[in-house]
């Protein structure tokens, strides 16, 4: 289990999270929704084992697989969970592929693993890209890169500890269909091999369509935790974005279908 206990993150006097307990079993697919500046990315950075910039002040703990995430070395944490940040930037001109089998260096990089980077690649719809440079791929061809390489770091259909996959705003970059087609994929990747997912998401529909939990940070607070039909209420969702809401059944999908436009006023309390 990849799990936070009394997660406390501030910059100066500003609380980025304040009192965060959450687990993430494996198999779970957990959504994390909030307002710009909740708090969503420091809380996967601190999940996914990053030291945290020294001028931020940390405590509680996250433990992975019951172990301080912070005792794992690189190679051995980079074998129990992959994080896909919301911004990537390379040095070098790398093509798609070698993108990809970067997932694979703590395995050590050898034919088989160059043979899993393409299988990857072709898993994110992305096998056409292969010898493409990285720099000559739009926004969305890179997503689907990168994707790639976090698959392929956590490609083994069975490993002897669980692990983690760990998404920032991952459908960002991407078109309608390829919104779908990656958390479709992720969520059947995670399935099979036994994987939790964390992701961050900003569309609400995607993620009552695709998330069994969702979580809702406002503040650095978590509001809400629980089964999208229970938490994506029009009361939740004007508290914690500040907008109307109308909840309806989806002709489409057993899902929730959220429809939703701009309150009259936007004031509202203070936290």
């Known amino acids: ?22 687990s993430l079993a494996p198999g779970d697919c957990v959504a994390v929704l909030g307002e710009n500046g909740a708090g969503k990315s420091t809380l996967l950075r601190a999940l996914g084992g990053e030291r945290l910039r020294p001028a931020l002040s940390v405590s509680g703990r996250v433990l992975l697989n019951g172990r301080p995430i912070h005792a794992y070395d690189a190679p051995a944490l980079a074998r129990l969970r992959a994080v896909l940040p919301q911004h990537t930037e390379t040095a070098f001109a790398f ?36 010898e493409r440079e990285l720099p000559t791929l739009s926004g969305g061809e890179r997503a689907r890169v990168q994707l790639a390489a976090a698959l392929a770091q956590l490609w083994e259909r069975e490993c002897d500890a669980p692990r983690y996959l760990l998404l920032d705003e991952p459908t960002a970059a991407l078109d ?96």
């Open 176 to 271: 309608l269909a390829h919104q779908h087609h990656l958390l479709a994929t992720v969520r059947a990747f995670a399935a099979e091999r036994g994987i939790g997912v964390l992701a961050i998401l900003h569309d609400l529909n995607l993620a009552a369509q695709y998330a069994q939990r969702v979580l809702v940070l406002r503040d650095g607070r978590l509001i809400a935790h629980g089964c999208p039909r229970r938490v994506l209420t029009p009361a939740l969702i004007d508290e914690g974005f500040a907008v109307a809401a109308r909840v309806l059944a989806h002709p489409l999908k057993n899902a929730p279908l959220i429809a939703t436009a701009q309150r009259s006023a936007l004031t509202r309390s203070a936290p």
């Open 95 to 130: 093509t798609a592929l070698e993108i990809a089998a970067l997932g694979r260096f703590a395995f050590g990089a050898g034919a088989a693993d160059r043979a899993i980077a393409r299988q990857a690649l072709a898993l994110a719809d992305a096998a056409h890209l292969a």
């Open 1 to 22: 289990m990849l799990a936070c206990s009394h997660l406390h993150v501030r910059a100066g006097w500003r609380r980025l999270l304040e009192e965060i307990d959450f």
